[in-house]
């Protein structure tokens, strides 16, 4: 890797993935990967850190390295340097609401990540207990979940997370975006919907994602 990076000398910026990527199976990050990264920045370079997970559970990873770098949470929803927000594109509040109108007409439970401004919270959804997938995710999180009480949302949030069965998944999936999903990648597409000239929301539908199992997030329009 150290190799690599003399013969890429001309990039700036260092970006990566955290899971499968950064991080080995054992979910730690390698010596050699951390010596080549701090090489890097001393060269000049600058470190992005891309990923679909939360910004808390993305920093944990993070602290491995000990060295500056840019965050990308929450499926790019928003762009941290430290503590300081760069970007975000959160989902409107009134876009939020439609998206529950259309998660409760199909019976289904949602974790609600909550506006990278305000304080740390998982808002759920539905009955999120009954679902095994949903569940799981929420479980190791429970210090941050919340009930949302009568639905109601004070700041717009970052996302929505939906964990079901591949069947129900793809049917809600149509009902987001007004088309069945695409089909299965390493990288899933971001599908605006409903309406592609003025998408009130972006729905990611990931496979073997979170708890090994379907996951839809419906993040912002931009």
Known sequence: MPGRIERVSSYKLIAVD?????????????DRTKQALSTAIERGHHLAVATGRRRRTARLVLEQLDLPYFLV??????VWNDDEILFHSHLPVPAAHGVLRILQEHDMAAAILGNALQEDVIWVAG?????????AYLSRNLQYVRPLENGALEH????????????????LNEALTGHPPPPPSPDAPA????DECLPLWRVIFSR??????????IVGPT
């Open 191 to 194: 599908q605006p919907g409903p």
């Open 18 to 30: 955290v899971d499968g990527t950064l991080l080995r199976s054992n979910g730690t990050v390698s």
């Open 127 to 135: 009955d999120w207990q009954a679902n095994r997938r949903l569940s």
């Open 73 to 78: 949470a929450s499926q790019g929803a928003a």
């Open 208 to 217: 073997n994602q979170f708890t090994a199992g379907g996951a839809i997030e």
């Open 156 to 171: 717009d949030p970052l996302e929505l997370i939906v964990m079901d069965t591949m069947e129900r998944l793809e049917q």
